[in-house]
């Protein structure tokens, strides 16, 4: 690589890509013109083939360049169809305050092909049935892992059959055995599944498998960083470019070892441009069932920790085992944390939310547009069964307190936002009830909007209670 393209994209300009772009400003991208585009291209925030002309033989040239240009030090890998494909990758900094992190890394559940079929049935039901609302996002989970344990290449086709049959989720094929991994993708090419793994011992087989198929593969050399260097380059000159590292996943006393595998690895693809390295990694937090004999609930406890640390620490893609709520669920809202826009406070559409069947006289209240903030007083609304109507306004995302301090809720923001959304429309009093956090402002919201301000409960589990003794108010 070059000097000129060993840098960032933190280090990139939106001048950069729009000299590469077709400068038509057409607006075919949805923005208004070619710089706006590529703006939001180097910030992350929209793809180089959302530009339509580029996508043409005219321009072709010039596509090309602007990959290259762009391609981060660790490369994107997909698997899975164009309806459930996933994409693993594509870092490209260390850490999510230089710059957000692309590509949730999928989380995988597995399937032992020595369970019997009305097992098997019911984990893929499971799996494919897993879903938790948070602040207004369905967290899912991402993808099968069909493993090898009888080593019968018939019973592996088998359970391959019967998760195409009965999920849509992509697929993780996972065994060491080529015979074993070649009757798996002979029910399934079509879904484009991870192979899990090349390795030392069966480089030549699999490579040819890989190269036929043309699946991706996960190149496998626990705790031997030398040797997965040696199997990239080895695959590489074979022409293979579709690959997961898997540096190994070290449990229990070792978890030092597996932090330091997985560090390593990115530092020296980031900092280094080592393409060697520039690859996805994969973890494997279902490895602590292979240790020594614990109870269930502590291997379930000891995978949901080493799973959180893999997130954190560079994983693009996990295997796990356990499907019980309270190992899943702290990687799915961790995941989504950690993949959120730091730039961006995670919110949700100002405007009127009508709860039950208010009429006429029912409360109005007001809150902010920080998701976790809005979901929240919904959930206590509805908890209290409340008929009301809920003005949500527009502080950029953030929460009440924060937008009072940063002056992004003021008095004369609530009155523009009565105005824009008619609330004297939508009641026959002039009544409005603001956040206890927001107490500070009654003053000067009556004196702007001529609405009298009652003040609410700083936390909103108090508004049941609140409507209850207090509505309707005194007209005194």
């Known amino acids: ?10 280090e990139i300009s939106p001048i950069d890509v729009y000299k590469l772009l077709p400068r038509t400003n057409c607006a075919a991208c949805g923005e208004p013109n070619c710089m706006a585009f590529a703006t939001r291209v180097v910030n992350g925030e929209a793809v180089i083939e959302g530009c339509p002309p580029l996508l043409t033989k005219k321009y072709e040239k010039d596509l090309k360049k602007l990959l290259h240009l762009l391609a981060p030090p660790v490369r994107t890998i997909h698997f899975g169809t164009d309806t459930h494909r996933l994409a693993v990758g ?11 992190y692309q590509n949730p890394p999928p989380i995988a559940i597995d399937i032992a092909d020595d369970l019997n079929d009305e097992q098997i049935n019911e984990r ?38 019967s998760a195409c049959r009965y999920s849509d989720l992509p697929l993780i094929l996972c065994s060491t055995n080529p015979a074993i991994i070649k009757a798996g993708i002979a029910v399934c090419s079509e879904r484009k599944p991870l192979i899990f793994a090349i390795t030392r011992d069966n480089w030549k ?46 449990h229990s006393e070792n978890i030092g070892k597996t932090i330091h595998l997985f560090t390593t690895i990115r530092k020296t693809a980031i900092r280094n441009f080592d393409t060697l390295f520039g690859y996805p990694l994969l973890g494997t937090p279902i490895s602590v069932w292979n240790g020594q004999e614990l109870s269930d ?24 085992h356990s499907i019980e709520g309270w190992t899943l669920l702290p990687q799915l809202i961790w995941r989504f944390g950690l993949y959120t826009d730091p730039r961006k406070p995670v919110s949700v559409d100002p405007g009127v939310r ?33 008929d009301c109507y809920l003005i949500v306004i527009d502080t950029s995302g953030l929460s009440v307190e924060a937008a009072v301090a940063g002056r992004y809720l003021t008095a004369s923001k609530i009155a523009e936002s009565l105005k824009q959304f008619k609330a004297d429309s939508l009641v026959s ?40 003794e207090r509505w309707p108010p005194s007209e005194e």
Request: net charge neutral.
């Open 297 to 320: 609930n502590l291997n379930r406890w000891q995978e949901a920790y080493l799973a959180s640390m893999l997130i954190t620490r560079y994983a693009d893609i996990l295997i796990m």
């Open 354 to 386: 009508t709860f039950g069947n208010p009429d006429k006289n029912a409360p109005v209240l007001i809150t902010s547009n920080y998701a976790l903030t809005y979901f929240t007083v919904e959930s206590d609304i509805k908890a209290a069964k409340i």
């Open 429 to 468: 009093h002039r009544f409005l009830i603001i956040p206890g956090l927001a107490a500070r402002l009654s003053g000067e919201t009556e004196d702007e909007t001529g609405w009298r301000v009652l003040v609410g409960p700083r936390d909103s589990s108090g508004i049941g209670q609140m409507i209850r």
């Open 90 to 100: 594509g870092k490209h900094v260390l850490y999510r305050h230089e710059f957000t």
């Open 124 to 161: 893929i039901s499971k799996i494919q049935d897993f879903k938790y609302t948070y602040i207004g996002r369905t967290l899912t989970l991402d993808a099968l892992a069909i493993r090898s344990v009888t080593q019968n290449p018939e019973r592996f086709q088998e359970v391959v059959r």
């Open 1 to 10: 690589m070059t000097d000129e393209h060993r840098k960032s994209i933190r």
């Open 205 to 250: 087989e699999m490579g040819e498998i890989v190269l036929q198929s043309g699946c991706p593969i996960v190149v496998s050399a626990p705790g031997d960083l030398s040797l997965l260097r040696t199997l990239v380059r080895t695959l590489q000159e074979w022409g293979i470019e579709d690959m997961v590292l898997d540096p190994g996943t070290f």
